[in-house]
C-alpha cells in the first residue's frame, strides 16, 4: 500500500501538546470509523516513551478500547508511580468523538534471579512459502493492506470449523520503527478467531487487550507466526487466547482479547 505512512511517518507527525503529544488518525491504518487496536496500542506506547524516555522494558500493558480513534488525537501518559526497579503509566487516547482508549503499562528492569524457564517453541508448521492468503481474495479493512497474512494452520475466516488458526505475518514494506511499538501494531492484525464461526460477515471491535511481553525480536520486519483461539464466544462477545513468536520459534508476546460481534 504505496500511499500508506509507515509508522515512523505517522509518529513523527505528532507533536507535543500539554503533557502529552497530538496528531492525526491515519485513514490508511483504520478498521472503519477507527484505527484498529494494535495501532492505537502501538501509538499510545510509543507515545509513552516519547514522553517518558528512561522507563524501565515493558512487561505488561492492560488496554481498554473505550471509543472510536479517528481524527484528530490527544495521548496523554502518565506516570502513576516509579520504585527501584518497576514503573506503572497510565496512558489516555481521545479522539474526535471522546475517549478513544486507556492503556496501563507495566514496566520492570531486570533483577538478578535464580528462577527462569522459558515458554515452549512455537508449533511446528509450513513456512511462509508454502502457505495461502489467510484472505484469498484480499484483504478487507483499510489497516490490513500494510500487512502480509498466510494461513499456516486452522481454518479461513467464514468456513466453519474450530475458531482457530495459526498465520504468517509481517508487514509490507519497513516501518522505521523500535521493535516493540512495530510489534504491537502487527500483533493485533489478525481478525478474531470467532470470524472462523461467523455465517457471513459482520462489524467486529475490540474491547479489550491484555499482553505479556516476553521478548522483543531483532528484526521487526521480519516474519511472525501468530496464533488465535476463540475459547468462548456468545451474547455478541468472543474472548480468545493470542500468541505472537518470532521467525525462530521463540514466544514474544501471550495475550488474552475480548471482542464485541454483530453477527
Keep these: 500500500m504505496s500511499d500508506s505512512p509507515t509508522l515512523n511517518q505517522v509518529l513523527d507527525a505528532f507533536v507535543p501538546a500539554g503533557t502529552g503529544l497530538t496528531g492525526t488518525a491515519p485513514e490508511s491504518w483504520a478498521q472503519g470509523r ?3 487496536g494494535g495501532m492505537t496500542a502501538a501509538l499510545a506506547w510509543a507515545a509513552t516513551v516519547r514522553t517518558l524516555p528512561d522507563l524501565p522494558p515493558l512487561r505488561s500493558a492492560q488496554i481498554a478500547f473505550v471509543g472510536p480513534a479517528s481524527g484528530s488525537l490527544q495521548i496523554v ?4 508511580r516509579r520504585g527501584r526497579s518497576a514503573a506503572f503509566v ?10 478513544a482508549a486507556e492503556c496501563l503499562f507495566s514496566c520492570g528492569a531486570p533483577r538478578d534471579s535464580r528462577v527462569a524457564h522459558r515458554s515452549p517453541n512455537a508449533p511446528s508448521v509450513p513456512r511462509p512459502a508454502d502457505c495461502g492468503p489467510l484472505f484469498p481474495g484480499g484483504p478487507g479493512p483499510s489497516f490490513a493492506r500494510n500487512f502480509e497474512m498466510l ?3 486452522g481454518n479461513r475466516p467464514f468456513s466453519g470449523g474450530e475458531p482457530s488458526f495459526t498465520c504468517w505475518t509481517r508487514y509490507t514494506r519497513p516501518q522505521g520503527v523500535e ?16 470470524m472462523v464461526s461467523f455465517p457471513e460477515f459482520g462489524i467486529i471491535s475490540s474491547m479489550t487487550w491484555t499482553i505479556e511481553v516476553d521478548a522483543l525480536p531483532a528484526d521487526a520486519d521480519a516474519w511472525f507466526l501468530q496464533q488465535a483461539t476463540a475459547e468462548d464466544t456468545g451474547d455478541g462477545y468472543s474472548r480468545q487466547a493470542m500468541t505472537l513468536w518470532d521467525d525462530s520459534g521463540r514466544r514474544l508476546f501471550a495475550a488474552r482479547q475480548t471482542v464485541t460481534i454483530f453477527v
Design 34 to 36: 477507527t484505527l484498529y
Design 77 to 80: 501518559p502518565t506516570l502513576i
Design 90 to 99: 497510565r496512558t489516555s487516547v481521545t479522539g474526535e468523538a471522546g475517549a
Design 151 to 153: 494461513l499456516a494452520a
Design 179 to 194: 521493535p516493540l511499538t512495530a510489534v504491537l501494531a502487527l500483533a493485533d492484525a489478525l481478525p478474531p478467531a470467532a
